[in-house]
């Protein structure tokens, strides 16, 4: 018994010529890069649900910032276990959707909900940095708590109500003609996603880690040298106009002390402001091509390359895989929880 041809099968299935191009053989260079992404993939998913693990196993990491940690863990791993690997399928076909227009706009809006889920809980960890660097007095653990609780709720709305107003009639995601499947291309729905994706969370970023910097930069430049040097004072006592005259001057004492190391909490708060510097920092070098991509195009009616869009949107993926690495790096505990979590399953 003969075996069907299963490409030209498929093709029929699909409706003929329109995917005779999606399916060719793939070059080196092809292989190689889908061979990176299909890694890229299994890295961020295996890194962010590592940290979820050991925030869900250790008991002091049940509290804040450590819940604003999870959050954003949460939205990264499901980028890498529902957008992501459906992402590459895509890429697999020549940027093209053959899984129909269910799951196009399921893939749609869990791509958008986890996307912006992830960029807002960095928005958060920055506010939260900036509010228990500058404000530590007021900035208690019971209020900490609650306002990160809210920070979260807030996040996860928001980006509910973005993800999912395409479903409800604001633009269209699929495309059966040409097999495509993007976010909505309505002038309007662009307008309002990107910004409350990504540019107004920017904007809040870049404005914490600037006050950040000012009240860093004040408080090394103050804690540094702490001189006190007044100034001599002359006091002139005249008994009588024809005596002559007797000055007494009073000279105080220059009070000086210099600290010559940081204190424990100066060292806590340079390492938040470093890390948060390098969290912003990567965060907009990953996602600023796609969203400026995203909002010039609709609003133009011009066009890139796809494979311009593929490369920015992938960038922006990654910024999934390096935010754990960014801020398990700049945290001593996290790196002891490892290292006690390797040992045991030893």
């Known amino acids: 018994m003969t075996q069907p041809n299963v490409t030209v099968l498929l093709a029929n299935i699909s409706g003929g010529s329109e995917l005779g191009n999606l399916y060719r053989p793939f070059s080196v260079f092809s292989v190689l890069t889908l061979t ?25 990491f049940h509290r804040v910032p450590h819940n604003l940690v999870a959050s954003m863990a949460i939205s990264d791993v499901m980028v890498a276990g529902l957008v992501m690997p459906l992402s590459l399928v895509r890429e697999l076909y020549g940027r093209r959707w053959i899984l129909g227009r269910a799951l196009c706009q399921v893939w749609i809006s869990c791509d958008v909900l986890c996307c912006t889920a992830s960029i807002w809980n960095v928005t958060a960890i920055a506010l939260d940095r900036y509010w228990s660097i500058t404000r530590h007095l007021e900035y208690t653990l019971k209020t900490r708590k609650r306002i990160s609780n809210v920070m979260i709720g807030l996040t996860w709305l928001l980006s509910s109500v973005i993800s999912l107003s395409p479903l409800f009639g604001w633009g269209e995601t699929y495309s059966e003609v040409s097999l495509a499947c993007q976010v909505s291309q309505e002038p309007s729905y662009t307008v309002f996603s990107t910004f409350g994706a990504f540019y107004l969370p920017l904007c809040v970023v870049l404005f914490v880690y600037w006050k950040i910097y000012k009240a860093a930069k004040f408080r090394i430049g103050s804690h540094k040298t702490n001189t006190i040097t007044p100034m001599a004072e002359v006091i002139e006592v005249k008994e009588a106009e024809r005596q ?25 708060e340079r390492r938040a402001a470093l890390m948060v510097g390098i969290l912003i920092g990567v965060f907009v070098l990953c996602w600023i091509p796609f969203f400026l991509a995203e909002l010039i195009i609709p609003l133009c009616s011009c066009d890139i390359p796809p494979l311009w869009k593929s490369v920015f949107l992938w960038l922006g993926y990654s910024n999934s895989f390096f935010n754990p690495l960014i801020y398990t790096a700049f945290n001593k505990n996290y790196n002891n929880a490892f290292r006690n979590l390797f040992s045991r399953q030893r």
């Open 36 to 60: 990176l992404l299909a890694m890229l993939v299994v890295a961020t998913f295996v890194w962010n649900l590592l940290v979820l693990v050991t925030i869900l196993r250790v008991r002091t």
């Open 244 to 268: 002559p005259q007797m000055a007494f001057t009073i000279r105080h004492a220059t009070v000086s002390f210099q600290t010559d190391g940081e204190t424990w909490r100066e060292q806590k």
